[in-house]
């Protein structure tokens, strides 16, 4: 700070595990005290965006850093539902029976997932230190314009289907101060 930079708290906000070496994880481990908070994907755990408590658990955790350090920024990585892996498939659709309401597309349920977190996580580090930014990295193709008019023209992974993520609409609405995309060549 006394140099002129600015401190941003990044971000994995679904991610709970880095391996599948899940018995080693401590008994106080959050997977093992809350085990139906998660699915596995991909060799780790997820945090199951679908369940209510699953967002107000991450808003809780990004606050208390909100609360407790001298941050500038709350940022996000582009780690929302994970990247497609073939062969395998997200395990939610219990939690679409459950908490699904009038939602009759999975993938349009889980977009609002995350857009019910954002909206809730940017609302509450306002309430907490209104000056403290939220950013997001989302990957750098929101659409591409062969599946929906507003994309881009491109050619690539698309965070609005892929990953259910619609950075353009937090944008829009002021849910986020700023997005800086991940470029990767």
Known sequence: HKRGMEL???FNPYRAT???NFKNLCTCHIT???PSWFFTYGGIKLFNP???QVRDYIVKVILNVVDNYDIDGVHMDDYFYPYKIDGQQIRDAQTFKTYGGDFTDINDWRRDNVDQLIKMLGDRIQDHKYYIKFGISP???WANKS??????DSHGLETYYENYA???KWMKEGWIDYVVPQLYR
């Open 32 to 34: 093992n005290q809350e």
């Open 139 to 141: 990957f750098g193709i």
């Open 166 to 168: 619609d950075a353009r």
């Open 147 to 152: 599946h929906n008019p507003a994309g881009s």
């Open 18 to 20: 880095f391996d599948g």
């Open 8 to 10: 941003h708290a990044w």
């Open 50 to 52: 679908g369940i209510p």
